[in-house]
């Protein structure tokens, strides 16, 4: 066994104490098997941090870290504190696609105030062979899924031939996605490497999550990427994982607590989406 020693608050000493005599453990037993529970980590697990209503209505402020997001997955898409770009996470590392088209690294302060992630782990894969739409790319998907009552991530790794994105400009509070999202750039690419990240939710979510397919890009040099809008390509590698548990998260700022969320939301979440939330949903 290591020895690990460390500083923590007094009052954090005691509380530790107290429930490690309450279990009847001793206290390194006792620490040690909270450590474990807290890192290990859950596959198959869906965790998103608000909900998709709260965003559509411009509830845009930091409900989480990019470190705290972290804990909870190495793959994932999500968006920025203010609507600012898109957001990836690919093989553990967070990047922001902002609207001038440029993609950043991002540092653990950063704040999100809508994200879904989990621990990618495929127990299916496939080669997809003429790809020439982002429509094919869903009814290809669908061959995948096998209910529409579970969540689905998916990665596709591979050359495509042409794919077009956008990112979502810095945008105040209260402004709604749909109004935000006028105002989007595009951007196209052409005969470029990278991997699409995404998932499929069922339309029983569709008040706190994002139904059918919706995929963020990211090129392989981490140079381009955003909201996938249309793709094409061919001979590309897909990585697919049934997601059997999901875990929402809900902000406790301000701005979540007193936001309206009752209304329907589904048409402006839709155009705001490019209409992909409501493919094969």
């Known amino acids: 066994m290591a020895t690990l020693e460390c500083e923590i608050p007094e009052g954090l000493s005691d509380t530790l104490q107290q429930r490690a005599h309450a279990t009847g453990e001793d206290t390194s037993r ?4 909270i450590l474990q529970r807290a890192l290990a980590k859950s596959t198959h697990t869906l965790f998103q941090i608000s909900t998709s209503r709260a965003l559509v209505q411009g509830v845009y402020e930091e ?5 705290q997001l972290l804990l909870h997955g190495d793959f994932g898409l999500g968006t920025f504190d203010a609507l600012d770009g898109e957001m990836v996470l690919l093989d553990g590392v967070i990047y922001q696609v902002k609207s001038d088209g440029t993609v950043h690294r991002v540092q653990d302060d950063a704040g999100t105030p809508f994200a879904t992630v989990l621990h990618f782990s ?14 094919d790319l869903c009814d290809l998907c669908d061959e995948h899924r096998r209910s529409q009552n579970v969540f689905y991530a998916f990665r596709v790794d591979g050359r495509f031939s042409r794919i077009r994105t956008r990112a979502m400009p810095r945008t105040q509070d209260g402004i709604s996605l749909k109004t935000a999202a006028e105002s989007q750039p595009e951007f196209s690419f052409n005969d470029v490497e990278g991997t699409l990240v995404g998932f499929w939710s069922p339309p029983y979510v569709s008040a706190v999550g994002i139904p059918g397919y919706h995929f963020h890009f990211l090129s392989k040099d981490r140079s381009k990427g955003g909201h996938v809008l ?10 697919v994982e049934m997601i059997k548990e999901f875990h929402l998260a809900l902000p406790d700022n301000e701005a979540f607590l007193r936001a309206d969320l009752t209304a329907d939301v589904s048409k402006a979440l839709s155009a705001a989406e490019g209409n992909h939330s409501e493919k094969k949903a």
Do not use: Y
């Open 63 to 67: 409900a989480v870290s990019a470190g």
């Open 30 to 33: 006792f620490v040690t098997r």
């Open 230 to 239: 249309d793709c094409a390509g061919n001979e590309l590698l897909l990585k």
């Open 122 to 135: 495929d127990d299916d894969e496939s080669v997809l062979t003429n790809l020439i739409s982002f429509g």
